[in-house]
């Protein structure tokens, strides 16, 4: 039994906002601005993809120890510690001189945020109860994330040109300092009265080792291909590690993750819909960010403002969808944002040659924003429905690692088959004819997405569990231990 504690719940989910938006800045921001990093530290070409891979891979790999962590040791805790080393090592990469400096920041900065990341989602199911104030609040979580992503391509092209490829490292650490400033201003931390259970050594071995493998294996297929030996000896190891984790789980006395947490139908459905969200989205980011800049010709910064519609559409898309989850289930908004997003995908996979920004992008793009906007904000919501407050971290970190893992074996696997499709071909029509197929797969995989929603999510949510004798009236930060 957790004893509470009082906090300031606007200031929560302020930090909790902040700290989200630099994770989702970082996963983009370093992208565009890799041609300069690669000339200025002297990258190999084989070496320079571990910008974003190590990155990815710790990440990744230890979300679900991160999650886990948070509700051993406390939310606060986990939160202000990833937030400070991911703070450290982005000064670290901004300042590197040699590549293997920049590649061992870039790992920092992943493990910093896969402490910090669970914990901040899990400062928000904990600090707002379940029902229409946690929906509002993960309403604002999920606009800020989509913001920060699509943001990241504006902020890496505008950085890069302007002021030089350190600062995509080091922009971050304003907003770093942003999040640290609001812990002390209403994010408290709650003591657990008894004794503590002891880590899931075992566990978090094994998942940290079949994931980061799994994440390896999938992200090294640009260079080895996905038949290659090496690449399905890494899989199946990957395999064998997490069919392992789920053996050792299903007898574990404080288990990394309760296997029973996947029996409830919104815990389970909203991970696979994040995954598939997750790869359509982050793809669709990529394919088009390569279209603009690679046949319609526009500059690293053009680009980056030309994201600027799909962001607004992106935020106006999750604060409609708070709007009917607050009053309705969050099927209610997944399933018609799903489509849309497949209807403005399948529309942008539409693009020629001989396009525009106007006539190929920008309609595609406010569409399909709107639609994938409807998704982010209620998928959060049916991911923690049901969780009990001594579990949010646990729950926190499997989201997390769903959407990362998604995000990153999506574009993997979607690369190759544009590849695939462009073959050998470097002309503007071959690039087009990949990119076009890649996109087209993306709008299938949010029909996909759809369908998850209407199958396995109850129609209804469930009602709020009733107020404890102890809580007052107002929303107050639950079960965080320290």
């Given at each position: 039994m957790y004893k509470n504690s009082r906090g300031r719940p606007g200031v929560v989910l302020a930090a909790a906002a902040v700290a989200q938006f630099v994770f989702a800045l970082d996963m983009s921001v370093v992208n565009v601005a890799l041609p300069a990093i690669r000339t200025a530290l002297g990258f190999a070409p084989?070496?320079?993809?571990?910008?974003?891979?190590?990155?990815?891979?710790?990440?990744?790999g230890l979300l679900l120890l991160g999650g886990r962590a948070c509700d051993l040791y406390g939310h606060r805790r986990l939160f202000v510690g990833g937030l400070a080393v991911f703070g450290l090592c982005s000064l670290a990469g901004g300042l590197a001189q040699e590549p293997w400096q920049l590649v061992a920041a870039r790992a920092g900065q992943g493990l910093g945020a896969a402490a910090a990341a669970p914990a901040a989602l899990g400062m928000l199911t904990t600090t707002f109860s379940e029902g229409p104030r946690r929906v509002r609040a993960l309403g604002v979580w999920?606009?800020?994330?989509?913001?920060?992503?699509?943001?990241?391509?504006?902020?890496?092209?505008?950085?890069?040109?302007?002021?030089?490829?350190?600062?995509?490292?080091?922009?971050?650490?304003?907003?770093?300092?942003?999040?640290?400033?609001?812990?002390?201003?209403?994010?408290?931390?709650?003591?657990?009265?008894?004794?503590?259970?002891?880590?899931d050594v075992l566990g978090a071995v094994l998942a940290t080792g079949g994931v980061g493998l799994l994440v390896f294996g999938v992200v090294r297929t640009d260079a080895r291909g996905w038949g290659s030996p090496a690449t399905l000896a890494t899989l199946a190891a990957a395999a064998a590690l997490l069919?392992?984790?789920?053996?050792?789980?299903?007898?574990?006395?404080?288990?990394?993750?309760?296997?029973?947490?996947?029996?409830?139908?919104?815990?389970?459905?909203?991970?696979?819909?994040?995954?598939?969200?997750?790869?359509?989205?982050?793809t669709a980011f990529y394919f088009v960010s390569l279209y603009m800049q690679q046949v319609l010709g526009m500059s690293a910064?053009?680009?980056?403002?030309?994201?600027?519609?799909?962001?607004?559409?992106?935020?106006?898309?999750?604060?409609?969808?708070?709007?009917?989850?607050t009053a309705r289930s969050p099927r209610?908004?997944?399933?018609?944002?799903?489509?849309?997003?497949?209807?403005?995908?399948?529309?942008?996979?539409?693009?020629?040659?001989?396009?525009?920004?106007?006539?190929?992008v920008l309609g595609p793009c406010v569409v399909s924003g709107v639609g994938v906007g409807?998704?982010?904000?209620?998928?959060?919501?049916?991911?923690?429905?049901?969780?009990?407050?001594?579990?949010?971290?646990?729950?926190?970190?499997?989201f997390n690692s769903s959407r990362?893992?998604?995000?990153?074996?999506?574009?993997?696997?979607?690369?190759t088959v544009a590849a695939l499709r462009t073959g050998t071909a470097t002309g503007p029509a071959a690039l087009n004819d990949g990119y076009?197929?890649?996109?087209?797969?993306?709008?299938?995989?949010?029909?996909?997405?759809?369908?998850?929603?209407?199958?396995?999510?109850?129609?209804?949510?469930?009602?709020?569990?009733?107020?404890?004798?102890?809580?007052?009236?107002?929303?107050?930060?639950?079960?965080?231990?320290?």
């Open positions: 084989l070496d320079l993809s571990w910008v974003v891979h190590v990155y990815a891979l710790t990440f990744g999920s606009a800020v994330n989509a913001a920060g992503g699509a943001l990241g391509v504006l902020a890496g092209g505008l950085l890069t040109e302007y002021a030089g490829w350190r600062w995509v490292m080091l922009v971050n650490l304003p907003i770093v300092a942003a999040a640290l400033a609001l812990v002390p201003a209403g994010v408290t931390a709650a003591a657990q009265p008894g004794g503590r259970a002891r880590p069919a392992a984790f789920t053996f050792t789980e299903s007898r574990a006395s404080s288990p990394l993750l309760r296997l029973g947490l996947l029996r409830s139908r919104w815990v389970a459905g909203a991970n696979v819909l994040v995954f598939l969200a997750a790869a359509g989205q982050f910064a053009a680009t980056g403002a030309a994201f600027l519609p799909f962001s607004v559409s992106l935020v106006t898309g999750t604060v409609i969808a708070t709007r009917v989850t209610a908004a997944l399933v018609p944002g799903a489509l849309l997003a497949a209807a403005g995908l399948g529309w942008l996979a539409l693009i020629s040659p001989g396009g525009s920004f106007l006539t190929d409807l998704v982010l904000a209620p998928v959060a919501a049916a991911a923690t429905t049901g969780v009990a407050s001594r579990e949010a971290g646990m729950a926190s970190g499997l990362q893992l998604g995000g990153c074996v999506g574009l993997a696997a979607l690369a076009a197929l890649g996109l087209a797969v993306t709008a299938g995989l949010f029909v996909l997405a759809a369908a998850v929603a209407i199958v396995v999510l109850p129609r209804h949510r469930p009602a709020p569990p009733g107020p404890q004798p102890a809580a007052p009236a107002q929303n107050r930060l639950e079960g965080t231990p320290s």
